[in-house]
């Protein structure tokens, strides 16, 4: 592992806390304080991620001819000052504006990081590399909504805004330090090929799934907790996620680069279905941190396996587009889940949420196996 994957490695984790601080409390945020309802607050959450989609497609684009530091430095100087702009947003319309342009700075920087990273590692330790790499994410992704949740409590949401700030700032130093990359001269493909990697596709729609059924529980996790009464035991929820992630991600890294992504991301998806059933059906703290569990072993290996499947089926050359084309997939699925899951809402209760969302993460499997089939046959 070189200085630049472990620099990569924290600005990865650093650009993760901010999104995750957001995210966890940026719904009740224009609930509570902008009384907007549950629909709009799922739409400014999830606006983060369709903005994220853009970001992704200019760099996808931009690593075929240019260095992937610059770009990473123009995403984090983007990143930095749209962090700076909550406080002032006080109408719903504003807050969706900033959100969806903090989202943008978001994909172009953490695009142009997962490049740069991946090409530090060599193609037979990819899929171990990926997964200590992402570990960043993981760790934020409990971190980032339990120090959320702490402010939310105290309805601090000032803090909240200055802490993803300060944050940010310090993710742009620290790409400030990685390496310069030669210049790229671009090569002339189809439109298509400039901003979609076909080979990542069947795994990008896994991904599109998962992200989308995982959304809601990012999204509507706490308001759930507090329909149930349980809200001092979901403040632990992304804790139990993330730890269970943490003991599980190396193995399942190595395990991809030894047996292939088949025989992993299909029991990865039953894993995080049943994680997604029993959270609907939760009864007791017990099985809430059980579901959570669960969600870590399923969900939080499958975005790494993902990744790390797609950069493993291009050429070097091509890891900058494929990187970008699974997180796209991943960000429409993101994006738009928050929405659909507060329009949902209303009709379904929580319970029944998390209970659909079980049968749709159950059915990526098939649409897995199926399109893989399809493209080692031509």
């Not at 994957?5 to 806390?17: A, D, E, K």
């Not at 993710?171 to 189809?190: A, H, M, N, W, Y």
């Not at 994006?335 to 379904?348: K, R, S, T």
């Amino acid at each position: 592992m070189t200085r630049d994957f472990y620099l990569g490695v924290g600005v990865n984790f650093l650009l993760y806390f901010v999104f995750y601080i957001l995210i966890a409390t940026i719904a009740p945020y224009t609930s509570y304080v902008l009384k907007t309802s549950t629909a709009i607050s799922g739409l400014a959450s999830g606006i983060f991620v369709i903005g994220i989609l853009f970001g992704r497609l200019f760099a996808g684009r931009r690593t075929l001819r240019t260095s992937a530091k610059k770009i990473l430095i123009f995403g984090g100087i983007l990143y930095f000052i749209f962090s700076t702009l909550y406080v002032p947003a006080k109408e719903p319309f504003y807050l969706i504006l900033v959100r969806f342009f903090h989202g943008l700075s978001f994909g172009i920087a953490h695009n142009a990081c997962g490049t740069i990273v991946a090409k530090t590692l060599p193609p037979r330790r990819r899929g171990e590399g990926i997964a200590y790499y992402s570990m960043g994410q993981i760790v934020s992704a409990a971190l980032g909504p339990f120090v959320g949740m702490m402010f939310l409590k105290e309805r601090n949401f000032e803090m909240i805004f200055l802490s993803a700030t300060i944050v940010s700032l310090f993710s742009l130093f620290l790409s400030l330090k990685i390496s310069d990359e030669e210049e790229k001269r671009e090569v002339l493909e189809t439109p298509l090929k400039r901003y979609i990697e076909s080979n990542t596709v069947p795994v990008s729609l896994v991904i599109l799934i998962a992200g989308l059924s995982y959304s809601s529980v990012l999204t509507f996790v706490s308001m759930y907790g507090v329909s149930l009464r349980l809200e001092e035991i979901t403040g632990y929820f992304f804790l139990i996620y993330a730890l269970f992630v943490i003991l599980t991600r190396p193995i399942s890294g190595r395990l991809l680069d030894r047996v292939g992504a088949g025989r992993v991301i299909h029991p990865c998806l039953l894993i995080f279905s049943s994680g997604m059933l029993l959270l609907g059906n939760t009864i007791s703290p017990f099985f809430l941190l059980l579901s959570a569990a669960l969600l870590g072993l399923g969900y939080g290996n499958l975005l790494s396996l993902g990744q790390a499947e797609a950069v493993k089926s291009v050429p070097d050359e091509r890891i900058g587009l494929a990187t970008s084309t699974y997180f796209i997939f991943l960000d429409v699925g993101a994006g738009f889940g928050p929405y659909i899951a507060g329009m949902l809402v209303p009709f379904l209760g929580y319970p029944g949420l998390y209970t659909l969302m079980a049968f749709l993460t159950l059915s990526a499997s098939p649409v897995y196996y199926f399109l893989k089939r399809q493209i080692l046959r031509e």
